[in-house]
């Protein structure tokens, strides 16, 4: 009978477990579906165009919906936009954005939006908008454009928008546009009327001033009619390479009046980009997991198509690196295009300036290429969670650049020095804001560029430090396994590592992303048979602390945060190797200070010696008797 009772709560237990495990995505978890299919025709002399859009809108919200939203980007280019006030108003503007009418010694930033002429603004403006035949009636504000629908959309059903447009391509400020500083003829993203991502929070209807996305996931059907003398990269894979100039040396360019026609298909993306030019070149290579890889560049000098060449070879096995680390990259091609002012990704593309040396060229290749995951794959709501896109891709970035470029494998400790000294920086400037702020609201472009790439990426990073590097590197992939294309939250991202690690971390991502509190630890008073240490900040953590002892031996202590209610494995790095490591009792948050004590005379004593601790003053943090 005992043998019974124990199989039976066994039993419980792991049907608790297994129960614990499907709660790991959301319970009543649901999403929106896109089907788009868009035809555009291009005035490529004038920068305009007609559009024709049928989309397919699923609505699974277990509600009705009464109006929907779409997002017009081309309107920000105008004067008196959102965006052009914002230029006028935010004390460091992109420089990119703005022009300096004044000297060089005492500049005057005059917004660029502001001066555009009427041929020069982007605009996207609706000719007919119809639901399931009927016409609808509705408004646009700014970049919004809201829809009053002749019927509500029930839960489960499916309605069917036709819209056709007309819009023109503005002169190139920021992402989109005409005739960039590189000599792109077109950059064209966020050209189309986008519908306005709705879930559990909402609709987001954020205007656009220069910053982030959110988007329902879907599939996209896109033809593009445009002089035959152009060469296009786009999102998704081209489905007539042989009718068009550029993919195939036997290519016969079928025209109409001149004009070629490109056909894209694209699946479970939330985006779609292309770019136009007549001098594009492209290249292509495939990946050891079978992943075509497309370059698309103008071919001004010989190191710049050496720089380019280079590049592909190092892209195709950055996405098997990734494949490996991150979760399997789902689609069969990706296409890099020279094109918008400086790098942003879209659905399995990316637009990049490429007037760069090798090493810049490369960096901003696998920062754009690491959104594949942290944002697309996982649709990341990076208008909300900006340091949750940014810095986990700037994590990817850097331990690629680390394993692929540089050659020596990713540094033993911690492969992210650099933005931890960024964020450092930023801490002890007093321009620092919660992490949680959303990505328009900062007072400062150097605060918010900052926390989304540095801050964040050492969130990822120091993540590994309390919970240990194996179970950082096993959350990434469970992650990926639950996650992808759910639109997850960083709660959904923390649930996940607290599952894996079976270590409570609450207390870690409310105080690094809600609060702008610091990390100071520091050694106090050292005797032979004492060590003292202090938390002389109001954000507690647990510590590694490395021993040196006057005969020579070395101890490697370690001292567990209360709150985690957990310990982290041991570590398998270079400078622990052979080191003795002995877990001490839990230090708590309410109690600035701790006591070791040890049977031998110190004579060095470190506090984290893997530097992947953001303490924000690193002087105290080693002591030599």
Known sequence: MKIKILSFFALLCVINIWGQELKAQRKGFWQQKVDYTMDVNMDEKAYQYD?????????????????????????????ESMMDYRLKNISDPDKRMV??????????????????????????????????????SYKIDGTILEVTLPCAIADGETANFNIEWTAQVPEQIRRSGRNSAEGVALSMAQWYPKMAQFDEFGWHLDEYIGREFIAPFGNFDVTIHLNKNYVVGASGVLQNPDEVKGYQAKAKVKANNGKATWHYKAQNIHDFVWAADPKFVVDSASSKNGIKVYTVYLPTDKEVISNWKTALGLSTEFFDFCSAKFGTYPWPTYTIIQGGDGGMEYGTATLITGGRNLKSLVGVIFHESAHSWYQHLFGINETVDEWFDEGFTSYVEELAMQHLFEKRGAIASNPLIDAYRAYYKLALSGKEEPMSLLADYYNTNYGYSNEAYNKGAVLAEQL????????????????????????????????????????????????????????????????????QLLNKSNFAMPLDILVEYQDGSKELFYIPLREMRGEKPEENFEIYKGIKRTVLKDWFWTNPEYKISVNKAPKTITIDPSLRLADVESANNSLTR
Do not use: C
């Open 51 to 79: 559009g024709k859009m049928a989309l397919k809108y699923s609505n699974n919200s277990g509600q009705s919906l009464k109006k929907v939203y779409f997002h017009l980007y081309f309107n920000a280019f105008q004067p």
């Open 99 to 136: 022009s300096n009418i004044g000297t060089k010694e005492k500049p005057i930033l005059q917004s660029r939006i502001e001066t555009l002429q009427p041929n020069q603004i982007g605009y996207q403006k609706i000719k007919s908008l119809s639901m399931n035949g009927v016409n609808t």
């Open 464 to 531: 590994g430090y309390i919970i240990g590097q194996e179970n950082l590197e096993k959350t990434f992939l469970k992650f990926y396994d639950i996650w992808k294309f759910k639109h997850p939250t960083p709660n959904d991202f923390k649930r996940v590592a607290e599952d894996v690690s079976g270590i409570n971390l609450k207390w870690y991502f409310n105080l690094f992303i809600n609060t702008t509190r610091q990390i100071d630890y520091a050694i106090g008073h050292v005797t032979d048979s004492e060590i």
